[in-house]
T-cell receptor, first 116, second 113 residues
Framework: AQSVSQHNHHVILSEAASLELGCNYSYGGTVNLFWYVQYPGQHLQLLLKYFSGDPLVKGIKGFEAEFIKSKFSFNLRKPSVQWSDTAEYFC??????????????FGQGTELSVKP | DSGVTQTPKHLITATGQRVTLRCSPRSGDLSVYWYQQSLDQGLQFLIQYYNGEERAKGNILERFSAQQFPDLHSELNLSSLELGDSALYFCASNPGFPPYEQYFGPGTRLTVT
């Protein structure tokens, strides 16, 4: 079955701390990978994406993620978080093949709270 | 602002009622996706339309239906509403070809009382 697993449900950090959010997926084929962020009361915004090529991808607001194919992982990182990074973070995958229309399978989400 | 619009923002209704949620995709996008976000189920794919035709179906209840109109806007119809249908309903759009990167609207928060 297709699934995405995010290891941490709630992470609490102080400003300037480093962040790493785990994401593992189970999918019977090649995938595209995404991280979305949802700020309180707002919609999902795309943070970064991986389709192919360099497995280390950089996104907006200083975030980056590394795709490790052998581990089926796509962990999100940021060297130094800010209070404004407080949000919920979702990892998602979809199939590269055309026959599923690109529907996204989401992880459960990780709530990040950054203390000033 | 993603360019995807959804109306209404909030909807409060009673059990047994029927509601319609509306989504307008980004200009040029042919594909519309509907997702439900609830506390117990998380974010779940419901259904996808591409250029007016249903393309993929997920965990969508039989009481729910959707369509995409010639102007490419989409409507999600929820009927015989139950308390458990209370959730955020998001619509997303993209041009309709790989890699299917999706842009999300602001969502409609449905509360069933």
């Amino acid at each position: 079955a297709q699934s995405v697993s995010q290891h941490n449900h709630h992470v609490i950090l102080s400003e300037a701390a480093s962040l790493e959010l785990g994401c593992n997926y189970s999918y019977g084929g090649t995938v595209n990978l995404f991280w979305y962020v949802q700020y309180p009361g707002q919609h999902l915004q795309l943070l970064l994406k991986y389709f192919s090529g360099d497995p280390l991808v950089k996104g907006i607001k200083g975030f980056e993620a590394e795709f490790i194919k052998s581990k089926f992982s796509f962990n999100l990182r940021k060297p130094s978080v800010q209070w404004s990074d407080t949000a919920e973070y979702f990892c998602a995958v979809n199939a590269k093949s055309d026959n599923q229309g690109g529907k996204l399978i989401f992880g459960q989400g990780t709530e990040l709270s950054v203390k000033p | 602002d993603s360019g995807v619009t959804q109306t209404p923002k909030h909807l409060i209704t009673a059990t047994g009622q029927r509601v319609t949620l509306r989504c307008s995709p980004r200009s040029g996008d042919l594909s519309v996706y509907w997702y439900q976000q609830s506390l117990d189920q998380g974010l779940q794919f419901l259904i996808q339309y591409y250029n007016g035709e249903e393309r993929a179906k997920g965990n969508i209840l039989e009481r729910f239906s959707a369509q995409q109109f010639p102007d490419l806007h989409s409507e999600l119809n929820l009927s015989s509403l139950e308390l458990g249908d209370s959730a955020l309903y998001f619509c997303a759009s993209n041009p309709g070809f790989p890699p299917y990167e999706q842009y999300f609207g602001p969502g409609t928060r449905l509360t069933v009382t």
